[in-house]
């Protein structure tokens, strides 16, 4: 199995992600100074460095405001997001997931010279076409960030595969 280089061309939603605090339980070391504050501690009665008791402590953690993958899913997956952890952390990408009638997804081997070209391409016919045929899941995606956070273009995305 070897990896592939895979390049999306074509309209993209770039939605700005926001951060928010969010409440967790833990179960800990209370004191704040001890090596073990940090750590899941659900095993053991009693901190092993500093013998305190472990307590469920409420937490807070930043969080994004929007779970990509809940929205996606809500959406039926008309689009998906191109998302791992080299993926940027202040946007999410999300893409069509069903095409034009015509191949636009590339990959490329690491190994070989290739290519693809973009002659016959008209990025504001094809951000047109996005737009109508996606107009719930745009409105979905501005909902849910902010409409203000939104913005629609055309680009290419590459990813591994
Ligand atoms: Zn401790």
């Known amino acids: 199995m070897g ?26 070391c209370p004191k704040v100074e001890c090596r073990n504050y940090r750590k899941d501690s659900s095993s ?8 305190s008791e472990i307590t469920k402590q409420t937490r807070t953690k930043m ?32 893409v069509p997931n069903h095409g034009r ?11 070989y010279t290739d ?7 008209e990025p504001e016919a094809e951000i047109a076409w996005f737009k109508e045929m ?4 745009i409105k979905a995606v501005e909902e849910a960030y902010g409409s203000d956070k939104v913005t629609i273009g055309w680009g290419i995305i590459s990813y591994l595969s």
Not at 44 to 51: E, T
Not at 101 to 110: A, D, L, T, V
Not at 115 to 121: D, R
């Open 63 to 94: 969080s994004p405001t929007v779970d990509w993958w809940d929205l996606t899913e809500k959406m039926h997956e008309a689009l998906s997001v191109r998302q791992n952890d080299s993926a940027p952390k202040d946007f999410n990408l999300y």
């Open 134 to 137: 996606f107009a719930d899941e």
């Open 3 to 28: 990896v592939s280089a895979t390049c999306y061309s074509g309209p993209y939603i770039k939605a700005k992600i926001e951060l928010k605090k969010t409440p967790y339980d833990v179960n800990a």
């Open 101 to 111: 009638g015509q191949k636009r997804k590339h990959s490329f081997s690491p190994d």
């Open 44 to 51: 053991v009665k009693f901190c092993d460095s500093c013998g």
């Open 115 to 121: 290519y693809f070209f973009l002659e016959s391409v």
